[in-house]
Structures are given as C-alpha cells and as structure tokens.
C-alpha cells in the first residue's frame, strides 16, 4: 500500500477506517472547513515563495491565488461564510508577514512531494509498502543547519504546553524527515543544491491559530463614529448610502439595522471591514495567533519511529490478510470528527454495496 501520514493516523485510531478507504475505496464527498482553510493557507505560502524565489510580485502572484479560489460560491456554503473565509485566509497570511518580517531562515525549496518511499524496518528489510505526501519547505538555517519546515492552522491555544508536547510527539514531522532523507540519500534534493553529504537535522513548525472571530453589526455608537470618521481599527472606509434603501462602505453594500428611532442606525462589516478588525486582532497581541518552534528529532527518535512505522503496516497486512480490522467508536469524534461517521454512526453494511449520501466508491472509476 501507498499510505499518507494522515491514513496511518487514522488507522492507529480507528483500524477500520483504513478498511474502509483500501478495501472497498470509499471516501467522504463532504467538504472539510478546516481542511481547505489549511490548504489555502498553504498555497498562499507556497506562491508567495515561488514568486519571490522567480523574482516576479509576491503580492500580485498572492492576489490572483486568493480570486481564483474565492471567484465563485459553493453550493453548500453562505456567501457570508465564503467570505469570512477568504478573508480569514488573506488576513491571515497578511499578518503573517507583517509579524515575520524579516526572514532568519532561507527557504530552499518550497512544496517538496515524496510517493514511493518506501517503508524499512530498522534492520533494513523493506515491508513492501511506501510512503506519500508532501513537506511544506525545505529551510536553511543561519548555522547551515537544514530543517523540514511545516505550516500548521490550529484552533488551539498556542501558549499551551499540552499543543507543543502533542506536536513533538506527532508522527507527521518524523515522516517528512524520513522522506526527505530517503530523498536526500537517492540524490533526488541535489538538484536543489542538497548533496547526499549534508545532513537534514529536524524539524520546523510553523503555526497560524486562527482568530475565533466573526464579521458582526457594530454598536451604533461605532456606526457614528465611523460615519464622521471615517475609520474602522486604521483603515479608511467611507460609508455613504446610495439609495434610501441602500448603504455602502467603501462601495461594498453592507447589512443595516435601523435604530428605533431617530436617524440611529448600525452597518455589518464588509469583508474589508471585517479583515481590518482581523489584522488589528492578530497584530495586537501576535504571540496568541503566531509561534514558531524547532521540533528536535533525535537518531534515536528516527530509529524508534521506523520501527514502529514497520510494526504498524505490518499490522496492517495481518488485519488485511486475516480480515481482521475492528473499530474504535470512542475515537469517531475524539479530536476531529472522522469522515465515516455517516456510515459508522448508522452501522451500515457497507458489503452490501449502498452508501449512504455523502460518500462515494473511488473504485468506480477503475
Ligand atoms: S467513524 Fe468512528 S468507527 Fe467509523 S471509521 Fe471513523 S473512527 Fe472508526
């Protein structure tokens, strides 16, 4: 099997998700809030690099990313929801570079995908199966030193201890350097000015929390000031009514809601409102929304995990070959709710071949 960090994740968890996915090929057609905020926010560091590294506009090249994924409204989304999405995403990778503003590190390859790499055990043997996925960047630090380095979106408290003691034991970051030496030492990385001679030491994580905050109505106390002042946290906005039914900020149409009396009246953030409010939020106190750590791997760290990663597809192949997978039901919501809970939560046979809505067979096509 070709396996990603995330489906040996989740088989640890929950072995019959991986029944699910390998042996009858079904995955969850829903789609994933957290999941595609993260992607986008990796583009966006992605292209960013990609221009700079080109010599061509950062800015602009980060412009077109954020229209072309933001041009159009899914289905299953509001347009409120799209847009606070967005602008989360570009406030986000906005701040981002405003916090770190000059770089103590130099990127050496942004995007580095890895498929085929195959799985040892610690005394060499190969287990037949191979390792895919992706590392964000490879990174050169100031003392030569070469690090994996990761993005992370979170929820979480980034000032709590019990985030980083999860993210140092976490098995993504040992994956990825066993990838990139695997890489490394097939002289696959020399093209990008990696020899087989250098050591690739550790690992980088690089987290974004993303601010809890909605775009809402303001007080109309703040209506009136922003009227006359023309400002909301910094930025300029001119808010103007076009038509007796019709109020605008910057051009934008905005929500309003009349006071009981009087001429009083309070407007919604536009995007751009609500994006200014972001960026005062995350600047005012960037150590809440912003942290970077080293993850110190050891030899003996690596060597540990390869010899687990070994034991844990070879469990695999016994449950395959035994049909002996089982299920962990206290896992389906534990940390993040798992794509099969529309199948599990229900008991459904899925043997019998009828999924329920929200999931699709991917052997179909074949
Ligand atoms: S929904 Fe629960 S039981 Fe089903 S695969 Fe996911 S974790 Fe396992």
């Given at each position: 099997?070709?396996?990603?960090?995330?489906?040996?994740?989740?088989?640890?968890?929950?072995?019959?998700?991986?029944?699910?996915?390998?042996?009858?090929?079904?995955?969850?057609?829903?789609?994933?809030?957290?999941?595609?905020?993260?992607?986008?926010?990796?583009?966006l560091?992605?292209v960013a690099?990609?221009a700079?590294?080109?010599?061509?506009n950062v800015m602009e090249a980060v412009a077109a990313v954020i229209n072309e994924k933001y041009?159009?409204?899914?289905?299953?989304?509001?347009?409120?929801?799209?847009?606070?999405?967005?602008?989360?995403?570009t406030?986000?990778f906005l701040?981002?570079?405003?916090?770190?503003?000059?770089?103590?590190?130099?990127?050496?390859?942004?995007?580095?995908?890895?498929?085929?790499?195959?799985?040892?055990?610690?005394?060499?043997?190969?287990?037949?199966?191979?390792?895919?996925?992706?590392?964000?960047?490879?990174?050169?630090?100031?003392?030569?030193?070469?690090?994996?380095?990761?993005?992370?979106?979170?929820?979480?408290?980034?000032?709590?201890?019990?985030?980083?003691?999860?993210?140092?034991?976490?098995?993504?970051?040992?994956?990825?350097?066993?990838?990139?030496?695997?890489?490394?030492?097939?002289?696959?990385?020399?093209?990008?000015?990696?020899?087989?001679?250098?050591?690739?030491?550790?690992?980088?994580?690089?987290?974004?929390?993303?601010?809890?905050?909605?775009?809402?109505?303001?007080?109309?106390?703040?209506?009136?000031?922003?009227?006359?002042?023309?400002?909301?946290?910094?930025?300029?906005?001119?808010?103007?009514?076009?038509?007796?039914?019709?109020?605008?900020?910057?051009?934008?149409?905005?929500?309003?809601?009349?006071?009981?009396?009087?001429?009083?009246?309070?407007?919604?953030?536009?995007?751009?409102?609500?994006?200014?409010?972001?960026?005062?939020?995350?600047?005012?106190?960037?150590?809440?929304?912003?942290?970077?750590?080293?993850?110190?791997?050891?030899?003996?760290?690596?060597?540990?995990?390869?010899?687990?990663?070994?034991?844990?597809?070879?469990?695999?192949?016994?449950?395959?070959?035994?049909?002996?997978?089982?299920?962990?039901?206290?896992?389906?919501?534990?940390?993040?709710?798992?794509?099969?809970?529309?199948?599990?939560?229900?008991?459904?046979?899925?043997?019998?071949?009828?999924?329920?809505?929200?999931?699709?067979?991917?052997?179909?096509?074949?």
């Open positions: 099997m070709e396996l990603s960090i995330s489906r040996i994740n989740n088989f640890v968890g929950c072995p019959y998700s991986l029944e699910l996915f390998y042996k009858y090929g079904i995955v969850s057609t829903k789609w994933k809030d957290a999941a595609e905020m993260g992607t986008a926010y990796h583009k560091h992605e690099v990609n700079e590294q080109d010599g061509t041009e159009h409204c899914p289905s299953h989304k509001t347009v409120e929801e799209w847009e606070k999405e967005q602008a989360l995403v406030y986000g701040a981002y570079h405003w916090f770190y503003d000059v770089a103590d590190f130099e990127i050496i390859k942004a995007e580095v995908p890895f498929y085929g790499v195959p799985i040892l055990d610690s005394e060499g043997n190969d287990t037949g199966h191979t390792l895919k996925g992706r590392i964000d960047n490879l990174i050169r630090m100031p003392n030569g030193h070469i690090l994996i380095h990761d993005f992370k979106t979170t929820s979480h408290d980034l000032t709590s201890g019990s985030y980083w003691t999860a993210q140092q034991n976490n098995m993504q970051m040992r994956t990825y350097l066993y990838a990139a030496r695997c890489l490394q030492s097939h002289g696959v990385l020399e093209e990008f000015g990696i020899g087989k001679d250098e050591i690739i030491f550790g690992a980088m994580i690089d987290v974004w929390k993303k601010p809890g905050i909605s775009p809402k109505f303001i007080t109309q106390k703040d209506t009136k000031l922003l009227v006359e002042g023309g400002q909301y946290y910094s930025n300029d906005f001119k808010v103007e009514w076009t038509s007796d039914l019709e109020c605008r900020a910057n051009g934008v149409i905005t929500q309003v809601k009349m006071g009981a009396k009087g001429a009083a009246y309070a407007i919604r953030e536009t995007p751009d409102m609500y994006g200014a409010r972001l960026i005062h939020v995350m600047t005012e106190d960037p150590d809440m929304y912003f942290a970077r750590r080293n993850v110190p791997i050891t030899d003996r760290d690596m060597a540990l995990f390869q010899d687990n990663l070994a034991k844990i597809v070879r469990t695999i192949d016994f449950m395959n070959q035994t049909d002996n997978w089982y299920n962990v039901k206290t896992k389906c919501r534990e940390t993040y709710t798992c794509d099969y809970t529309g199948i599990c939560d229900a008991d459904i046979d899925i043997s019998q071949g009828i999924l329920p809505e929200g999931f699709k067979c991917i052997f179909d096509k074949e």
